[in-house]
């Protein structure tokens, strides 16, 4: 039972690395014999092993105990292996920019090498030649990168949209722990949907309503949004892919509709591309990051105005359409190494990569309000009986002081739960908290809601979400000293639409708390 107890206190329970061949005896044996592990070794990070015993699965700090047996691994040249898997868009193009920028960072040589188009190898050596790790990635798609996550197959799984429920439930019962756990997601960086046509196209562009019914086969000629009279050619990825995923996701399914039955597929964001380029009848959706020679069209509504996918209106998700860059990870210790570069993937440095890279990075930037011009004009455009002068000049004198923070807040539809790109928000807004960058000055947190109810009703849900925001971020920032920093609320209702209310979508995107700073 001494054995046993001390097994157990010594331990931390975690699943087998990936790549692991065969298990092997293996006897840990604390450096004054007081304490002795006997079984197979199913794993080794660089630090902890893991063993099955008679007593279960354990792990064990290896810098407390000495390997004895066959399976004992060469702890003097340890190489650290992390296998990743899924989206192309994520592998492809971005992984690699931020590998070589950590290998810069952290005085490593690093080496590709295309084993085929499906799968790259990125090795690190340290100045004398050591090899101390390789990321290997499988380009695949987001079902499989998922798939591989669930068969202990990957490590890491980089995905274009979040993980299905059905997902969430196999990952709890293959014991790999909640997959919505801020510790296993992480929203990498941001990307955007956008429509998009051939250039000869003359439209310029269109609302979600017809985009909606041009992708479900409602509209199917040009001549319905202004164009010539010809037939529509729907172009989307394919079904498997996490922005075909996401189309449908976020165009379709919140107005209860189906993709159109000869919408022409496409594997990746390249031959989209290609494909609608060359059609000038085509239209479909792609990302902000593989746009091609395509040309986006704004998006557009009765009630706001025409708005195009860029790096800021991304950021804020004043765009819609918003897409991020999703890596998961099983409840397990990851390599020395691949904690390292987790922890990279935060650091500043690594956000211009990621912007350089075309993608839209997460470094809150500070909006002056004479730069909000069209946000302000359209609330003006839109007042009425129940938001008149007096609530909009109170606006602009208790917003004209300050400066917004791209940081914004949205909620799931129906939910109160704050989105997936929210929820990195609140992460990077306490962390930076934490980081002294606040202290002295004051932090506004500002409800806006939807149209639907008495105005009166709709800033005091404003007023309550603005409040759940503020102490979801103060939660998160554990370390900082919230006495240098003032935190203050207040609402504006529906004082600022961003979008109509007579759509889901439309309700979803003028629900929101926004983060003012002075």
Known sequence: MTILRAAIIAA?????????????????????GAVEISGNLLGF????????????????????????????????????RLVFSGAPTIGRVLMPALIEAFGIRGGYDVTRNDISPQELLFTLHQGDGTLVGEFVFRLTNTDEGFADLLANEADIALTLREARQDEITRAREAGL??????????????????????????????????????????????????????PIDVHLWDAATGIGQ????????????????NAV???????????????????????RSEQGDTWELALTGDCGFALNATRRAVKTEDYPLTAPLFIYLPARRLPKLGREFMTYLRDPSAQLVIRRAGFVDQTPEEIEINAQGDRFA?????????????????????????????????????????????????????????????????????????????AGTNRDIALRRAETVQRAVTRAAETANLERIGLELDAFGEAMPMACDDTAWGRQVNRRVEVWVR
Request: aromatic share 6%.
């Open 12 to 32: 931390l329970w975690f699943l087998a690395q990936p790549g692991v061949a065969l298990a092997q005896d293996v006897t840990l044996r604390s450096h004054d």
């Open 45 to 80: 990070d660089g630090e902890f092993y893991r063993v099955d015993t008679i007593y279960g699965e354990l792990t064990v700090d290896g810098s407390g105990v000495a390997c004895e047996g066959p399976g004992c691994p060469d702890l003097e040249h340890y190489v650290a």
């Open 177 to 230: 722990g909640n997959l919505m756990a801020p510790g296993q997601v992480r929203v990498l960086a941001l990307d955007a949907l956008i429509p998009v046509v051939a250039p000869s196209n003359p439209v310029q562009d269109i609302s979600l309503r017809e985009l909606a019914q041009v992708l479900s086969g409602e509209i199917t000629n040009w001549v319905a949004l202004g164009g010539p009279d010809a």
């Open 246 to 261: 996401a189309s449908v996701d976020q165009v379709l399914r919140p107005d209860g509709r189906d993709v159109v039955a």
């Open 265 to 287: 597929r496409h594997p990746d964001g390249s031959a989209f591309a290609e494909a609608v380029a060359r059609d000038p009848f085509a239209i479909g959706l792609t990302t």
């Open 378 to 454: 359209n609330a003006i455009a839109q007042a009425g009986a129940e938001v008149g002068l007096e609530e909009l000049q109170r606006m602009v004198r208790v917003l004209g002081p300050l400066k917004r923070l791209t940081t914004t807040f949205r909620f799931e539809a129906g939910s109160i739960r704050l989105d997936a790109q929210s929820r990195s928000n609140a992460e990077q807004l306490a962390r930076a908290m934490e980081l002294g960058h606040y202290d002295a000055r004051r932090l506004v947190f500002v409800g806006f809601s939807d149209g639907d109810g008495p």
